[in-house]
Every structure is written in structure tokens, then in C-alpha cells.
């Protein structure tokens, strides 16, 4: 088993930064792949970033440029680093874990989430 806990969200104004971690504990996180996924209210779970074991990062288009996800794996800590940040961008930020793949909205091992509210 594994167990996710996000922190690092909060209230930013438009324009700002956060940088949310994601602490791993259970087993080492060094063979698995890594994500973070955001969900709006209203809106369905949707995939932020990822990171492979071997440390490929895949991005989604609204992101790119902007957010960047890193994995310490000896800190067993995953991060997603979030500039310019846009009112848009509000929702509850959610890492997870996967052996398998990249990770999906079916990944394994979730955590609690973290709440991230950009202000215009």
C-alpha cells in the first residue's frame, strides 16, 4: 500500500505561484509513476501532470509553460511547481500513484487533496 498526502494549496492572486508536494509513504516511490489531477467544482477529475519512474513528464496543454511536476525519490516526495497562475486553475489538486502506467483517473493510490483557489 501506499499512502499520498498533498500540501502547499491555498489562496493566490492571479499571477502568483504554489508549489504543492505530495509525500509518499508505504512503500519507495522510485518504481512508480507519478501524477497530479485537479477538480473543479462541478467539473469531472481531469489529468494535470505526470512523471515516469525514469523521470519523462507529460503535461496537459493548459499547463505547459506554466506548471512543472518533479519527483525526489529519495524524499519519497513528488512536486508540482505552478506559475502564472490563472483564476482557472482553482479546483482541489490530487496526486497519484500507479506501477503500471502513467497515471489515469483509474490510478491506484490516491491522495486526500489539496485545495488551490487563484483570485482575479
Known amino acids: 500500500q501506499v499512502q499520498l498526502v498533498e500540501s502547499g494549496g491555498g489562496l493566490v492572486q492571479a499571477g502568483g505561484s504554489l508549489r504543492l508536494s505530495c509525500a509518499a509513504s508505504?512503500?519507495?516511490?522510485?518504481?512508480?509513476?507519478l501524477g497530479w489531477f485537479r477538480q473543479a467544482p462541478g467539473k469531472e477529475r481531469e489529468f494535470v501532470a505526470a512523471?515516469?519512474?525514469?523521470?519523462?513528464?507529460y503535461y496537459t496543454d493548459s499547463v505547459k509553460g506554466r506548471f512543472t511536476i518533479s519527483r525526489d525519490n529519495a524524499k519519497n516526495t513528488v512536486y508540482l511547481q505552478m506559475n502564472s497562475l490563472k483564476p482557472e486553475d482553482t479546483a482541489v489538486f490530487y496526486c497519484?500513484?500507479?506501477?503500471?502506467?502513467?497515471?489515469?483517473?483509474?490510478?491506484?493510490?490516491w491522495g486526500q487533496g489539496t485545495q488551490v483557489t487563484v483570485s482575479s
Open positions: 508505504g512503500r519507495a516511490i522510485s518504481s512508480y509513476n
Open positions: 512523471i515516469s519512474w525514469s523521470g519523462r513528464t
Open positions: 497519484a500513484a500507479d506501477a503500471t502506467g502513467v497515471p489515469s483517473t483509474g490510478a491506484r493510490y
